[in-house]
Nanobody, 123 residues
Framework: QVQLVESGGGLVQAGGSLRLSCAAS????????MGWFRQSPGKEREFVAV????????SYTDSVKGRFTISRDNAQNTVFLHMNSLKPEDTAVYYC????????????????WGQGTQVTVSS
């Protein structure tokens, strides 16, 4: 297990940008795939993006492709989500998660979760 703390959420106008950060504890960060998920009111938590252990592989849900970028700095035990061209539909609590073995879009593949950070996009 790894402790994760998200930050960087806030209120932004449609079309604006925001960068989320997720700081991880311990030395196991580089051994884990890292994902970002989000949850809107009345909806289930959904996959947003994932990055492999080395950072060489990334994948995104279709609705954010071309607008969001996931990255990681293993030396600093931090994963980022750069969000551009934000839309009101992006409003949600964003969570980062650490995976045990492989990159995945499934919540079940992740064994450590942060507490989330609120992103609100106004129209």
């Amino acid at each position: 297990q790894v402790q994760l703390v998200e930050s960087g959420g806030g209120l932004v106008q449609a079309g604006g940008s925001l960068r989320l950060s997720c700081a991880a504890s311990g030395r196991s960060f580089s051994d884990r795939a890292m994902g970002w998920f989000r949850q809107s009111p009345g909806k289930e938590r959904e996959f947003v993006a994932v990055i492999s252990r080395s950072g060489a592989f990334t994948s995104y849900t279709d609705s954010v492709k071309g607008r969001f970028t996931i990255s990681r700095d293993n030396a600093q035990n931090t994963v980022f989500l750069h969000m551009n061209s934000l839309k009101p539909e992006d409003t949600a609590v964003y969570y980062c998660a650490a995976g045990a073995y492989t990159t995945s879009r499934s919540l079940a593949a992740y064994d450590s979760w942060g507490q989330g950070t609120q992103v609100t996009v106004s129209s």
